[in-house]
């Protein structure tokens, strides 16, 4: 079957042709094959069942057989009732390869590097896991508005556990964060145990324990998640966390004036969103508000730049100055355009 392709016997994870259920099987029993033994069934690399040892680039580890399946379960739930059918097959098939070899039985005690979570059921007793086995540190971004209340009581009994062990935990939030009164007093009750900043954007939610794992959510309603164990993925979020913790601003400081009269900091974030060519629901999403709340930002921004259309308002943007970062210390005012009927506003 050298150099067969997949066009020539089209299958998919559930239906591996001979050959590949003959080298699929042999990587699952010794825990890894050499390249060549896969280049006359390279369906395996494609269907990823397959893929490099990171270790020694000349050897291919199987996916273990559960990943695999859970991988395949989803894509058959999301078909036609034509596919529904597959499922029973796909299980039978991979349940049959579970129990080939020592990979299948010891995946749970070892852990994979990177681990489909499915359901929020699974999410929360993964989450508990890594809470349990948590000795020194947690980072944690938490991205949208003012955190629910319900949110903050769900994880309320981790954070309480780490904080009776001693372990630190540094919470990177969006400004709008600030005004929840739930936040602040969850914060007090943690006392010094945790360290607070905030963003005017962060990036989606993240969850670290002891820089060994990591937590990220998989699909939009957070029904999915994945937990990565490898190291180089963990460190890369490490290094992503640092950096935006060094541009964050302390909870307990106030937020920076913008140096404009009238133009609050958030609208000032607006300005800049809006000159680069954002709709507003991107920028409500962004910035963690309603888009009603944003619309109203918006609207106080015309007001204020004495705009009539929105057009004219990217036009007034520019001219202010606003359509980029503050600009340093030291470079002098920034003066609004004039506005007929009123006064131009200076800076303070």
């Known amino acids: 079957m050298a150099g067969h392709g997949t066009d020539e016997h089209p299958h998919g994870a559930d239906r591996l042709c001979e050959a590949g259920d003959r080298v699929y099987s042999r990587a699952v ?27 020694d680039m000349t050897w291919l580890v199987p996916t273990s057989p559960q990943e695999v399946m ?80 319900h949110e903050l009581t769900e994880g309320l009994h981790r954070a309480m556990a780490l904080r009776a062990r001693g372990v630190r935990m540094r919470d990177l939030y969006t400004h709008v964060a600030r005004h929840g009164q739930g936040l602040l007093n969850y914060l007090e009750l943690m006392g010094d145990a945790v360290q607070a900043r905030t963003l005017e954007e962060v990036i989606d939610r993240l969850i670290l324990f002891d820089r060994t794992v990591a937590f990220i959510p998989a699909n939009a309603d957070r029904t999915l998640a994945l937990e990565l164990r490898h190291p180089a993925l963990v460190q890369y979020l490490v290094t992503v966390f640092e950096r935006l913790w060094r541009l964050a601003i302390p909870l307990t400081a106030p937020l920076p004036e913008t140096g404009i009269e009238g133009i609050s900091y958030r609208e000032r974030s607006i300005a800049a969103l809006l000159a680069e060519g954002h709709q507003d629901a991107v920028i409500a999403e962004r910035l963690g508000i309603s888009v009603r709340t944003c619309r109203a930002h918006i609207a106080r921004l015309s007001e204020t730049l004495g705009a009539a259309s929105r057009t004219q308002l990217g036009v007034r943007i520019a001219q202010a100055g606003l359509d980029g970062p503050p600009r340093p210390n030291g470079l002098g005012p920034i003066s609004l355009p004039d506005v007929p009927g009123r006064g131009s506003p200076t800076v303070r």
């Open 29 to 55: 029993r010794r825990g890894r094959v050499p390249r060549e033994d896969a280049e006359a069934v390279p369906c395996l690399l494609e269907l990823a069942l397959l893929h490099p040892d990171p270790d």
């Open 70 to 149: 859970t991988r395949l379960l989803r894509g058959v739930y999301d078909e036609v009732s034509a596919s529904q059918r597959r499922m029973g097959s796909a299980v039978a098939a991979f349940e049959w390869y579970a129990g080939l070899g020592p990979l299948a039985q010891n995946a749970s005690a070892e852990g994979t590097a990177i681990r489909v979570l499915d359901g929020l059921s699974r999410i929360q007793a993964a989450m508990d896991e890594a809470t349990d086995a948590c000795t020194t540190e947690v980072l944690t971004v938490q991205p949208g508005g003012i955190r629910p209340e």
